[in-house]
């Protein structure tokens, strides 16, 4: 799909059909009125309506903004995807109210993505979408950076979507780590890459138990992306990559096993939000750090009962191998804060824990952290791009529950409520303290895969995190 | 929902929305498959709502009975939910006149959900209207095959009503009831049984699943006489199980779910009792139901018990759960011991998971020693559209219900093959003159889905009676 913005009078466009948005027919031309009052369209609950003679295709919209926008227009997009058109027309200005652009394009882009690597027939989608700007009010140039950006978020959205619904037979974390090359090369930033090697000698030993079994190795990547102009701050984004995760001897049961491929969502996510800096010219200095890892069983696999030591020597009691997330994530943690000075802003962002799912239900990212403030801001940020959040709060009573007989802490308690929180603590105990209050872990376990569509999200993975972080870094300049 | 046969050569329906089924393109006007092809009409994109010409296209690649049936209940699920309340389409489409009754199956099945315990449900009229213009029938016979299939559509509905009737709101009493009313209105033999007259004929096996309910068992017993002479006797006994949560032997909570569809056999009954008169069959039919309800209490009967049956067989119950076979072993006994010279006696219950998981649960198991009267229910599978499947009887099977401590056991010793197990056990309650007039029907598969298939929404899909009126109606001419 390829949109353009048009400006009526200057550019003649053969349109197929033109998408119009309906509230009360101010758009609609004499004849079409008829017909929608003939049909009562503002008590169907149809909400969009071919007219092929006039060229039509009405959606019966009441919100003019925002989610609503977003959804109502992927359906429309999918719906008009069936009918083949190949040029597509919206003007911005609907019944007087002008659009946003983002809302537009993140509807439309979002919306009619599909991930067709593994069919044998392939959609072909070729459509030109021709948004009209003539009747705007804003600044030609306002508009188009608006365009712009959203174009940059989205395509790295479905990026991130594209790697983590690839089978972990084609997506080791060396895939990963080859991505992050390509991206680093892209958009110009640093890129490390770590093998097993230098985890040895540099003590991340949980991060090394976790991938023991696996034939692929474990592979630490570090971006760093510098502005052109002076730093304004400094953000830490780690991500958990996960290419694929059986639970290791602690084994999952086959239905909780088949969608494992989307364990590496954080790291994906991570890896979306680095590919997207350089072009918005972000003004903060970011760093993106991913444990690609795969967990699996074998006769090389960490065992429950093992006393594992991370990289800033707390000792680890492993419970639960399928608890292998947080373990992954210690190190790394350990690794950014040991190699990167004056953090203003550090995240980890994870599919966690189930318990995430069970407490919020599968579309909203759980946000966990010492600084009030700052989850203040990761909630507007939550505003403004779509991507819900809700806080899941610490308590003192919760924090001692981690804590184990025969090494300083467990990475999992068993059947003690509270799982996504104490995940949480977990990682809190790799948590420098002059960064504790820089700190947010986002669980994403829920938003980042779905196997039936929600929203503008279609079956399998939605790029959750990558809108809502970014949004979060463009709102610490204002 | 009102269905109305009009020519459109003489009358004219205004502000209809036309249903068109396409098998091909090809069938239709010039500018229509212009038009149909540049929207992309295929497989892709079934159906197209072309407002300005008030049509609706819907693909149907084959016109066979079923197909007909599926895509018009389809057409008229999606044209309702979006509000359309006048609804008009040919006989004769695609070069073919298609079977009345099969329009009206799909139609009347289709436009089915039940409501009863959703507040405020207001029931959206439509009206529908069949143009029978260029139909090589005459409009007396039409009218009479339209008659037929709505009597017909109308008791598998009752039969729905009835069976997705929760277990509070419907118990053996209720069904009882159910019967004389029906009795009543068609001018049948009714005969109702209490506990009392349970324990009087010896019918402990019955009794003892229902003692821990606080219903009384009813034993039911309708008699349909034609108004001509009869040319056969038919004897139906049905499975009336109005709750079962297994007794002692205690379903799992899911598993126990759904299990006020337990009473479908004995409903399934009552639906083809009340058509018969309407539909002026001219066959005697038996309609048997054992009404029961199957609980857990101080009172229960319990696994090891030793039962006697009616006709002196002892059973060990192994299972309290495997309590449909106990009630019929009673009911088949008594329509034995009270009606000579039966042409073909059959049994219809929910009987066995083991035929869902033999069948898939589209599928009514149908088990018999008689090849004829097998082959004879696969001709009526065939034209009612309901799917049927065989299990064969051998040799080896019958050893699994043995009983080392008394004639035979109610539980298989292993799950091989249970539906089959469930029939030889019923077996042992068939006259030797009998035997090859027997014919048993398990439908714990299709009679109760909570996903919708085919035209059968939420719940009871009134599965057995199309399927059975199919087996009498044509009985004597095969």
Not at chain 2, 161 to 168: F, K, S, V
Request: glycine share 8%.
């Amino acid at each position: 799909m390829n949109i353009k913005l048009i400006k009526q009078n200057e550019k003649k466009t053969q349109e197929d059909i033109e998408i119009v948005l309906i509230k009360n027919l101010k758009n609609a031309n004499k004849k079409d009125k008829g017909i929608l009052k003939s049909i009562d369209f503002t008590k169907t609950s149809k909400k969009t309506f071919l007219l092929l003679e006039s060229k039509k295709f009405y959606v019966h919209c009441t919100v003019f903004k925002g989610e609503t926008l977003k959804v109502l227009l992927s359906n429309t997009i999918r719906e008009l995807k069936q009918y083949n058109f190949k040029n597509i027309k919206i003007a911005l200005v609907q019944e007087n109210k002008e659009l946003s652009i983002k809302d537009i394009c993140e509807g439309l882009i979002l919306g009619s993505y599909v991930y067709e690597r593994y069919k044998a027939k392939k959609t072909n989608f070729k459509t030109s979408v021709f948004i009209d700007i003539m009747a705007s009010k804003k600044e030609l140039q306002s508009i188009e950076l608006e365009f712009k950006n959203t174009k940059i978020i989205t395509s790295s959205v479905n990026m991130v979507r594209d790697i983590v619904n690839t089978t972990a037979e084609d997506y080791s974390p060396e895939t990963m780590s080859l991505d992050a090359k390509k991206i680093a090369k892209e958009n110009d930033l640093d890129c490390k890459v770590y093998g097993e090697d230098y985890l040895v000698k540099n003590n991340m030993h949980t991060m090394l138990a976790v991938g023991r079994a696996s034939r692929h190795e474990s592979k630490l990547i570090h971006l760093h992306y510098k502005p052109k102009t002076k730093a304004l701050g400094k953000v830490i984004i780690v991500g958990k990559g996960l290419t694929y995760d059986s639970g290791g001897l602690s084994l999952k049961p086959t239905a909780g096993m088949i969608n494992m491929k989307l364990d590496k969502g954080g790291g994906s996510a991570v890896l979306g939000v680095m590919n997207s800096l350089r072009e918005l010219n972000y003004p903060y200095e970011v760093h993106g750090i991913i444990g690609a890892v795969e967990n699996m069983i074998g006769g090389d696999a960490f065992k429950p009962g093992d006393v594992l030591y991370a990289k800033n020597k707390v000792s680890i009691e492993v419970r639960n191998t399928d608890a292998e997330g947080r373990l992954v994530l210690a190190d790394c943690l350990c690794y950014a804060q040991d190699e990167i000075k004056d953090i203003d802003y550090i995240f980890d962002v994870a599919t966690l824990t189930g318990a995430c799912i069970t407490a919020l239900g599968t579309y909203s990212t759980g946000i966990m952290g010492h600084n009030d403030k700052l989850k203040t801001k990761m909630k507007k940020a939550s505003k403004n791009s779509g991507e819900l959040v809700a806080e899941l709060p610490f308590n003192s009573y919760l924090k001692p529950i981690i804590n184990s007989k025969i090494a300083d802490i467990t990475n999992s308690t068993g059947s003690a409520g509270g799982s996504s929180i104490l995940a949480a603590l977990f990682l809190d105990r790799f948590i420098k303290k002059e960064n504790k209050n820089k700190w947010l872990h986002l669980d994403i376990a829920g938003p980042s895969y779905a196997e039936s569509p929600w929203g503008y999200n279609s079956y399998g993975a939605t790029g959750a995190g990558v809108r809502l972080i970014l949004e979060f870094i463009n709102n610490l300049k204002k | 929902m009102k269905i109305t046969l009009i020519n459109s050569e003489k009358t004219k329906i205004n502000k209809a929305l036309e249903i068109v089924l396409v098998k091909k393109l090809s069938h239709l006007s010039s500018k229509e498959q212009v038009l149909l092809k540049k929207l992309n009409f295929s497989k892709d994109n079934k159906n197209i709502l072309l407002l300005e010409k008030n049509k609706y296209y819907i693909l149907c690649p084959s016109l066979k009975q079923e197909s007909v049936k599926i895509t018009l209940c389809n057409a008229l699920r999606k044209l309702k939910s979006e509000g359309f309340k006048k609804l008009v389409f040919s006989l004769c489409t695609a070069k073919k006149e298609l079977e009345l009754s099969s329009l009206i199956e799909g139609l009347v099945l289709g436009n089915y959900s039940f409501k009863k315990y959703k507040t405020g449900h207001k029931e959206t009229k439509i009206s529908i209207y069949i143009d029978i213009k260029n139909s090589n029938k005459d409009l007396a016979s039409l009218e009479k095959e339209c008659d037929e299939a709505l009597i017909i559509c109308k008791n598998v509905n009752f039969v729905r009503d009835l069976n997705n009737t929760t277990a509070e709101d419907y118990s053996p009493k209720s069904m009882s009831e159910d019967a004389r009313k029906i009795a009543k209105k068609y001018n049948l033999e009714c005969k109702i049984y209490g506990e009392e007259d349970l324990a009087e004929k010896n019918m402990n096996v019955m009794l003892a699943v229902g003692r821990a309910s606080r219903h009384e068992s009813q034993l039911i017993h309708l008699h349909y006489v034609p108004k001509d002479k009869s040319l056969g006797k038919f004897v139906l006994v049905g499975k009336g199980l109005t709750y079962d949560c297994g007794g002692l032997s205690l379903k799992p909570t899911l598993g126990m779910l759904t299990m006020k569809r337990d009473k479908t056999g004995g409903i399934t009954v009552l639906g083809i009792m009340s058509a018969l008169r309407d539909l002026n069959y001219p066959y005697e039919v038996h309609g048997i139901i054992g009404a029961v309800e199957n609980m857990i209490g101080g009172d229960a009967f319990k696994p090891g018990d030793v039962l006697y049956a009616k006709n002196k067989v002892s059973v060990e119950v192994r299972n309290t759960d495997a309590e449909g076979r106990l009630v019929l072993a009673d009911c088949l006994c008594y329509a034995q011991d009270e009606i000579k010279d039966i042409d073909c006696l059959i049994n219809i219950a929910t009987l066995t998971g083991a035929c869902k998981i033999a069948l898939g649960v589209y599928t009514t198991g149908v088990m018999a020693h008689s090849s004829s009267l097998k082959n004879k229910m696969q001709k009526a599978s065939n034209k009612s559209g309901e799917l049927i499947g065989t299990l064969p009887f051998n040799d080896f099977l019958e050893k699994l219900i043995h009983s080392g401590i008394a004639d035979v056991s109610n539980a298989g010793s292993s799950p091989a093959g249970g539906a089959i197990t469930a029939a030889l056990f019923l077996d042992k309650f068939i006259k030797k003159r009998n035997k090859n007039k027997w014919l048993h029907l398990d439908m714990a598969g299709p009679a109760y889905s909570e996903v919708p298939w085919a035209y059968h929404s939420h719940g009871a899909s009134g599965s057995g009676l199309r399927l059975l009126l199919h087996f009498i109606k044509h009985f004597k001419k095969q």
